[in-house]
């Protein structure tokens, strides 16, 4: 199954070297989890900035794409990343591979929701655009989100719905929240004592 990871830190908690070692390194690490997909996004003031490619994680680090996200000393608030084993959708089309941007929702995901093509039929005013199964969840969640009275909810009634494994991290355009849920149990955090660091894999 595919690799997921990410971090938040504190205003000034770390610079761009260290933020740039820190990624990485979870990167790296995750490669084991899949080789088809490399991805991230980061936080950085008030925008989400994603970036990914068809590349294991140890030729993704390498280019210059991903390099220039940190030549920056501006603040970066949070990161999510994965390193993804091809499921469902092909990782030759980009929208398919993670973080997958949709509806103002930004989500990794290890996992499969098996369920995928029922729930698309049964909410025929959400619209399917791409291959991966990720896409329902953003897209599910942001019909909810104007629904329901607060993100916890439509969260929950997102959740409700789903079949099969997931572990998703997910960013917003339009909440300062960094989400984290899982049906498996496997999402592990840590941090520093002085709590200015918080990361999970």
Known sequence: MCGIFG???????????????????LLLLSESRGKDSSGVAIVRE????????????????KQKKY?????TEQEKHALIGHARMETNGSFSL????QPVVKDGIVTIHNGIIVNDSDIWKKHTD???????DTELYNSLLRKYIQKKESLLEALRATLSELQGSYAFATLFN????????????????????????????
Do not use: C, M, W
């Open 7 to 25: 971090f938040v830190t504190t205003k000034n908690s770390f610079n761009s070297e260290r933020v740039k070692s820190i990624t990485d390194q």
């Open 46 to 61: 008030k925008e989400i900035i994603v970036y990914k490619e068809p590349l294991s994680a140890h030729k993704f680090i």
């Open 67 to 71: 390099l220039k996200l940190f030549s």
């Open 94 to 97: 980009s929208n398919n591979n």
């Open 126 to 132: 959400i619209k399917r655009d791409f291959q991966v």
């Open 174 to 201: 339009d909440f300062n929240s960094l989400v984290l849920v899982t049906n498996t149990g496997s999402l592990y955090t840590i941090t520093d004592s002085e709590k200015s660091f918080v990361a999970f894999v």
